[in-house]
């Protein structure tokens, strides 16, 4: 495909994505990411040849929970780097975030809180733990 193209088709990704305004549907936004991932690009990510990396930011909790649950799930298995970052909220939105994106035995989401100047440095400090090693 020609650059072009490839954007063309991010656009209209991105388009299905917000048809939903005015909620926050992850599972969506992650389900996208999903259904790119081609049976060769899940094979070269397992032997270490590719890195796939998501990180949404986010201000709200997700509207569909269990889906969500799921969609993080299903990239993880691929091999898929996701990690979500929360910004404001309330503590009822902290909570309800963390139990979707922190219910197993590693941490997916980070909350940034009321103070956006706090994205960059843990954006940069995510960057940091899963390209460090990485040699070109």
């Known amino acids: 495909k020609d650059s072009v193209e490839e954007k063309r088709e991010v656009v209209n990704m991105m388009e299905h994505v917000y048809e939903d305004y005015g909620g926050t549907y992850d599972n969506k936004a992650l389900s996208v990411v999903n259904q790119s991932i081609t049976a060769?690009?899940?094979a070269r990510i397992?032997?270490?040849k590719l890195m796939k990396i998501v990180?949404?930011?986010?201000?709200?909790?997700p509207n569909r929970p269990e889906a969500t649950v799921d969609e993080i799930a299903q990239l993880d298995k691929r091999g898929v780097i996701v990690r979500a970052f929360q910004i404001g909220g309330d503590r009822d939105d902290q909570k309800t975030f963390a139990e979707v994106w922190n219910n197993g035995s590693e941490q997916y989401g980070f909350v940034v809180g009321g103070d956006v100047k706090n994205l960059v440095p843990a954006l940069t400090a995510a960057l940091r733990e899963h390209l460090g090693g990485v040699e070109i």
């Open 40 to 42: 060769d690009t899940e």
């Open 46 to 48: 397992k032997k270490g």
């Open 55 to 61: 990180f949404e930011i986010t201000d709200g909790v």
